[in-house]
């Protein structure tokens, strides 16, 4: 048997004699299944169960190389980062993120609660079912991990420790080039065009210099805009849920950017949802996606402004107009980040199943040109986000040139 | 005699033992002096000469309480940020630095070149002496220090390890009290008012709402826009000038920061010289001065252009209206921290002798309204300030409102 005190990457028999060495729970099991679960980009996940008890937990472990392709050499250390992450934004958004039980630095992976009773956020909408609580939970996960980890909360120099140890740069190099740089350029072979819109992603896309314009100055926001401790990668494959509990996972891109990047892919990734629905005809779904998408906008606004108010620490922080300042301009990063994600999920390296599993390829193509049309609305013209009902418009408004 | 092997505070006898230990000049002279230099606020500075061969060294040690005041109590690892910068500055403009001999973290020193045949700027301009080359030689300094370490040239990972390295939380939260929050509220009582001008204060800083709201969004752009690793306090006091050399020291308020607030604080001690060649009626000095304000901004647009163009690695650089735009923020962010640096000299804790040293009360006094009244028109309107024309012409203003 393996010793477990220098790092090796580890199958099911290791993970089952590690939980055996390193969790209670564990400890005088007869019988343990070990499963690797994992559906990622990244690592390995392992769902653990003692069959005496039925009781479980996740183990996950970074691997050397990226599973999505080995052109992505990574750190095994991202397993920290992204353990700490959870364990702060647990602190901040109690219930809202799994509990860590352990971090083992050596191995590079953690041990945490096993929420395999709550289904992929992303996977349950590809069959049309709801979350009433969405919005309200994930607002709750925004504004208290977003707005207490800035400089309006946190005295400057906790902060900046923070800064320091969250500085990501594997991990943000994957999110420079494939969500800000690769979607727009026909030089970069990762980018993979369904065919039939291959002349639409050349004029929206490629030849788009206005577009180009303004995705750049959203690269260098969030290369240079230490904001926030943000999530990184907060799509709805990584949101557990059902119809009574939200759990965010993943944050192995954490890093401090601006706030919008992670409120932006939200919003993104809730319009996949929606053009999903409208693809497929399905109203009531379509319709709750719209609902969520005006809400999760505004009920930001609204517990941005309560937990501004409860918590700044910062002086300037009771300068009112400073506060709308602010929160205008991360709800225009809101917006163009928005935009990015719906960019790069349509024609970059990183696909969503809510797209690329509408079955009529006439569906589909028409809903990336909808997707796309909405993504250059909200990079050209962000200013224009700033209510959740703006995002609606915009919605139909690209339908409507799509069924002209 | 002591050893080096754990900090402590040397004096003259201490630095004497240090250099014979350390640098291959002192080893075997016969006499050496020594003699504390320093007039800095945070630092001890010694010039250590080998009187047998007239070779010499300066060493800076770094205290653990700040010189100017008991109430910062300093890490002194701010030697090691402080001789780092130097190094790494020394690289990218050589020639415009001192020449780091000896890092010593344990005893939070450095040796480095003498530059006693130099005068510092600040002294120097007291007496209307005027330095044609700096101008050319401060702008080969910002842009190569500035856009250099910025993510348009670095590769990312690289500028991200730079930037880990150079979180410097305490020196950052003295530009943070001093510059950014306590000159625009009458309750804090290091402000210093000078008596006469209590009024002009009050409503141009203290009720000043509009004001306030620009001051805020700049605190926050300097904590958290991480564009390139800054001087940090590039006064006229950190450089030493002859006729034919420019040497920028004391970088030890380094950390990645907005460009504008290094090139800001060039143009606001600028316009401090400019203020008090104004007031004691020396026109020629005064012309210089309007002059190098001018070089400094278009000599650095210029530079700016061809670093850029060189040196980019950045895709997203061939951008030339991305160019464009960046340059247009980098400038306007100097008008807002020229403007912040203005105010905090003249109200603030930390004045400069070009005001303090204007005899008549009456002119000092108009002296400082004018700063005070540029400094309003940098901040409040930075988007005016493109140009080294445009400084010039709001100089002007303030002279003639003041002579109504």
């Known amino acids: 048997m393996k010793n477990f005190n220098e790092y090796f990457l580890m199958g099911t028999a290791d993970v089952t004699n590690y939980v055996k060495e390193h969790v209670e729970i564990f400890k005088d099991a007869q019988n343990i299944s070990c499963d690797e679960i994992g559906d990622g980009n990244l690592n390995y996940v392992y769902r653990v169960v003692n069959m005496d008890t039925n009781e479980s937990v996740i183990v996950k472990q970074a691997g050397t190389t990226a599973r999505i392709s080995d052109e992505f050499v990574l750190s095994t250390t991202r397993n920290k980062i992204e353990t700490e992450a959870l364990q702060l934004q647990y602190e901040l958004a109690p219930g809202l993120v799994p509990k860590i039980l352990i971090l083992d630095e050596t191995m590079s992976c ?3 609660e096993d929420l395999s009773h709550l289904t992929i956020m992303r996977t349950a909408m590809t069959e049309f079912e709801t979350f009433p609580l969405f919005a309200e939970h994930i607002t709750d996960f925004l504004v208290n991990t977003l707005v207490r980890t800035s400089d309006v909360v946190m005295p400057h120099k906790e902060k900046k420790a923070l800064v320091q140890s969250y500085i990501n740069s594997e991990l943000c190099e994957i999110s420079e080039d494939l969500v800000f740089t690769e979607p727009f350029h026909n030089n970069f072979n990762r980018n993979e065009i369904t065919p039939g819109n291959e002349a639409f992603v050349q004029t929206l896309l490629y030849d788009n210099k206005p577009l180009h314009l303004e995705v750049a100055k959203l690269k260098f926001k969030f290369m240079n805009h230490s904001q926030a401790l943000l999530h990184g ?3 709805t494959g990584s949101v557990f849920i059902d119809q009574n509990e939200t759990k965010v996972i993943d944050p192995e891109f954490a890093f401090f950017g601006p706030m919008g990047y992670d409120i932006g892919n939200v919003m993104a990734n809730l319009i996949f949802a929606w053009a999903r629905g409208n693809a497929m005809d399905e109203q009531e779904f379509t319709n709750w996606t719209e609902h969520t998408l005006m809400d999760v906008i505004e009920l930001f606004t609204e517990k941005f402004h309560k937990t501004w108010d409860t918590y700044a620490t910062e002086l300037t922080a009771n300068n ?17 980040m928005a935009g990015l994600e719906l960019a790069r999920r349509i024609v970059g390296l990183a696909k969503v199943k809510d797209i690329t599993t509408i079955e009529s390829i006439e569906k589909r193509l028409q809903a990336e040109r909808i997707c796309l049309q909405v993504a250059n609305e ?6 224009n986000f700033a209510s959740g009902e703006s995002y609606i418009v915009a919605l139909q408004n690209a339908r409507l040139e799509e069924s002209k």
Do not use: N, R, W
């Open 320 to 336: 009112q107009e400073f506060k709308e300042a602010y929160l205008s301009d991360v709800l225009k990063d809101t917006a163009g």
């Open 378 to 383: 909200l990079i050209l013209h962000p200013e």
């Open 233 to 235: 990668d907060l799509h």
């Open 110 to 112: 953690c041990v945490m």
